[in-house]
């Protein structure tokens, strides 16, 4: 098993972020009690970036939360992985904070030790899929200003259309915790990249240069053995493109789409041996989400999988 996760050189620290952000403007005690929230309003529909409609300076006097909608997906697991889009804005001013909408959502543990308590608390027994309003008071432990927060949690593993495989790749299952299994392969190794489309989901597309945010597991195809698995890590990471990420990743996530699950078989002549791996490696990709394509990027290939082999 591997030590840490190698899909990339350098792997992203993406929770200091909001946890920074948390730590300035959270504070212990949200309750559940709409009627303590007033002149509020949350404008965007499900997919859609929030609006905050309120008219600043907001006297905020307790912390509170509330559930903007109910997700449909997995209750969130205590200790298990939580993926969140988030914006906080002042209350005194109205002005911008820090926002996710316009990159990727952030991943963290559902943990009070990880998240702030408040945080923590407004989600615990949450579903994905779930909007929450949470309106933060000042306080001499955290920070000089109130805010207003509105969170979205993510799915944390691929939602798409199931594809059919072609022959010759080896089987994958799924876990009672969404993790895909993959068997061990038979028979002689593709001796270039192959991709194949799992599952096939509706978001945005990957482009060259796209942030991405993923989980994946992957396997060596001479014996089956693990070679590493974010599932087993925390969760969802979220890299570049670029510089410092196997080759064969690199290219295989191209034009694919958030919400799918992507069989990647990278040769060491196709990328893995740049990570220190000299046997053909069998990763099974998740998704979740991707910076904005760029602009004129082409629409998403419809076709059930592409293959690299000739």
Do not use: H
């Not at 998740?286 to 760029?294: N, R, V």
Request: hydrophobic share 40%; net charge negative; with cysteine.
């Amino acid at each position: 098993m591997a030590a840490g996760p190698r899909l990339t050189n350098e792997r992203l620290d993406v929770r200091r972020v909001l946890v920074a952000v948390l730590a300035a403007a959270l504070l212990g005690g949200c309750t559940s009690t709409a009627a303590e929230q007033p002149q509020v309003a949350v404008s965007g529909g499900t997919g859609q970036e929030p609006e905050l409609e309120f008219t600043p300076p907001l006297a905020v006097a307790e912390a509170t939360s509330e559930v903007v909608w109910e997700g449909s997906g997995p209750q969130l697991q205590d200790g298990g992985p939580v993926l969140l889009d988030y914006r906080l804005q002042r209350a005194d001013d109205g002005s911008l904070v820090e926002e996710t909408y316009s990159t990727v959502p952030k991943p963290f543990t559902l943990s009070p030790e990880v998240l702030s308590a408040d945080l923590y608390e407004a989600l615990a027994g949450q579903t994905v899929g779930t909007r929450l309003l949470l309106l933060l008071p000042a306080t001499s432990d955290t920070a000089s200003f109130a805010s207003v927060m509105v969170v979205d949690v993510r799915p944390t593993q691929a939602w798409g259309e199931p594809v059919e495989p072609r022959e010759g790749l080896p089987p994958v299952t799924v876990a009672d915790d969404g993790e895909p299994v993959i068997a061990t392969p038979e028979g002689e190794a593709p001796r270039s990249l192959v991709v194949q489309a799992l599952l096939r989901g509706d978001g945005d597309q990957v482009v060259e240069g796209s942030t991405v945010t993923v989980q994946y597991t992957g396997i060596r195809w001479s014996d089956g053995s693990l070679y590493d698995s974010s599932w087993d890590q925390g969760g969802p990471e979220s890299f570049d493109l670029g510089a410092g990420v196997l080759p064969g990743l690199a290219e295989g996530l191209l034009e694919q789409t958030a919400g799918s699950r992507v069989m990647l078989v990278i040769p060491p002549d196709g990328g893995a041996a740049v990570g220190g791996e000299e046997d053909t490696l069998v990763l099974v990709v998740d998704i979740l989400a991707t910076s904005a394509p760029a602009s004129g990027a082409p629409a998403p290939d419809a076709s059930g999988a592409s293959d690299g082999e000739g």
